[in-house]
């Protein structure tokens, strides 16, 4: 599995917190509701996205719990129940996800038991553990779907 050492520029995002268990086999069947909670949600708000869209979903640990913070680039306005999240400048391991979503959590650790360790890469998760990204080249569960992968270093 290919992956790059990048920097990323400062941006700001708008979202929904949600909080995921303990366990991963469990978090993809709540991850999947909540994706269906946030998208009725940007309709809602008539946050339409274009052709030109993007969205985020970071895992977060807070106080000894793990969430989902499911995301888009920030609006002029934040509607009722998002909440504006700024993610620092900084340097990320990027891997893509090819596949099935069901397949995320091998992606996930793969990253975090094979790439990480046997590359002596020091992860930084003082803002979040990793995030996700999905624009133009994801497709809900075909082989050719891409997301995005990105662990904040040091």
Same mark, same amino acid.
């Given at each position: 599995?290919?992956?790059? =050492? =990048? ?9 929904? $917190?949600?909080? !995921? ?15 269906? &909670?946030?998208?009725?949600?940007? $309709? ?35 509607? &009722? ?6 993610? !620092?400048?900084?340097?990320? !391991? ?9 397949? !995320? ?9 094979? =790439? ?25 569960? $075909?082989? &050719? ?10």
């Amino acid at each position: 599995m290919n992956y790059e =050492i =990048i920097e990323l520029e400062e941006f700001n995002v708008i979202g929904i $917190r949600y909080e !995921l268990s303990k366990s991963l086999s469990n978090n993809i069947k709540l991850a999947q509701n909540h994706w269906k &909670d946030f998208n009725n949600k940007l $309709r809602q708000n008539k946050l339409y996205l274009g052709s030109n869209w993007c969205k985020y979903a970071f895992t977060l640990k807070f106080e000894n719990n793990i969430y989902y913070y499911i995301s888009i680039s920030k609006k002029s306005y934040i509607p &009722d129940g998002f909440t504006e999240k700024l993610i !620092l400048k900084g340097k990320y !391991l990027k891997v893509n996800h090819i596949g099935n979503m069901n397949k !995320l959590k091998d992606t996930v650790n793969y990253i975090y038991k094979e =790439i990480i360790p046997k590359n002596n890469i020091l992860v930084e998760n003082e803002q979040f553990i990793y995030f996700e990204k999905y624009d133009y080249k994801f497709h809900w569960n $075909r082989e &050719d779907s891409i997301i995005e992968i990105y662990v904040p270093i040091k």
